[in-house]
Nanobody, 127 residues
Framework: QVQLVESGGGLVQAGGSLRLSCAASGRTFSRYNMGWFRQAPGKEREFVAAISWNGGSTYYPDSVKGRFTISRDNAKNTVYLLMNSLKAEDTAVYYC????????????????????WGQGTQVTVSS
């Protein structure tokens, strides 16, 4: 089992950047594929990025590709989401998620593909 705690959210102007962090508890962090999702008011939870257990593979939807970068540091039990060129439509609560195992991350784009979730961190982009 793993517990996840996100941080780094806040208010930023359009065109700006933020880096989110997700700290995981436990000694088996390196066995988990990790993902980031977001949810805006009145909308479904949306896939944002995923990274494989060893950091060797990443996957993004077209909506954030080229602007967002997911990375991880297994020695620090932490996954990051660097968000550049932020837009007003990026405003949402951002969630970190974990899935135990070595499945291809290109198939892990639904919330049900993940077993563990953080509490979320608010990102607000002002236009």
């Amino acid at each position: 089992q793993v517990q996840l705690v996100e941080s780094g959210g806040g208010l930023v102007q359009a065109g700006g950047s933020l880096r989110l962090s997700c700290a995981a508890s436990g000694r088996t962090f390196s066995r988990y594929n990790m993902g980031w999702f977001r949810q805006a008011p009145g909308k479904e939870r949306e896939f944002v990025a995923a990274i494989s257990w060893n950091g060797g593979s990443t996957y993004y939807p077209d909506s954030v590709k080229g602007r967002f970068t997911i990375s991880r540091d297994n020695a620090k039990n932490t996954v990051y989401l660097l968000m550049n060129s932020l837009k007003a439509e990026d405003t949402a609560v951002y969630y970190c998620a974990a899935s135990l195992g070595f499945r291809s991350i290109a198939t892990m784009i639904r919330p049900n593909d993940y077993n563990y979730w953080g509490q979320g961190t608010q990102v607000t982009v002002s236009s």
